[in-house]
């Protein structure tokens, strides 16, 4: 039985006048304990977001795929783990987008975090002329493909972010949401076997909000929510939390 994850993605937002955010969607999350809570915030808020967070996992977008080196900007897994991070996000559809980051950035990446011992959330997602012209599971496959054989639940997550859904108030149906999700599931069978299908969650990411994420949750397959900007508020974020409790 997997375990609901709801996982917040603060983006380029938080300053440490947000703190009391954290310190609030910390309090729920330990209110709600039977679902995973996690917050993905900005690296420079990582280390005072994690003294706030008590033992709600705090987590970083981004993550270079060397160890070190000469890559002026960029921020490696062990300096993550330094400043207490537990998790970071891969493959973003904006970092696709405004990085030119492939899937086999996404997956070097996620292999270095891996490599330090971070949770990794993979992101998937086509674009709006991908999925008109019936793409949507050729693309998704393709950017989940380098999954390896070994893949597990504890260290993998996958979040389904369908690019045209993301800050636009957009979601696709209930119906293509359910196959979307099971056609990853079954995508991951097919790369590493029944007990990754099993115990690596896949969320639904996308213009999640307090209206819908319980009808989003209940989906089969669903196993949690990778939320945007729902997420930078306790206001907003707990509902979604709760939904998943
Ligand atoms: C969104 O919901 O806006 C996201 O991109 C979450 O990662």
Redesign the pocket.
Known sequence: MRRKFIAG?W?MNGLKAQLGEVESIAGAASDNSGVDVALCVPFTLIAPAVAAAGSMPVGAQDVHAAQSGAHTGCISAAMLTETGAGLV?VG???RRADQCESSGDAWAKALAARGAGLHVIL?CGETEEERDAGQTEAVVAEQIAAIPGDAHGDWLTI?Y?PRW???TGKTPTEDEIAATHGAIRAKLGELAGKEAADTIRILY????NPANAAAILALSDVDGG?????SLTAEKFVPIIEAAA
């Not at 990778?226 to 729902?230: E, V, Y």
Request: glycine fraction near 24%; charge should be negative.
């Open positions: 993605n983006k996000i973003h559809s904006e992101c979040a972010e859904a993301i800050g990411g996308g213009s999640m990778l939320i945007g900007g729902a």
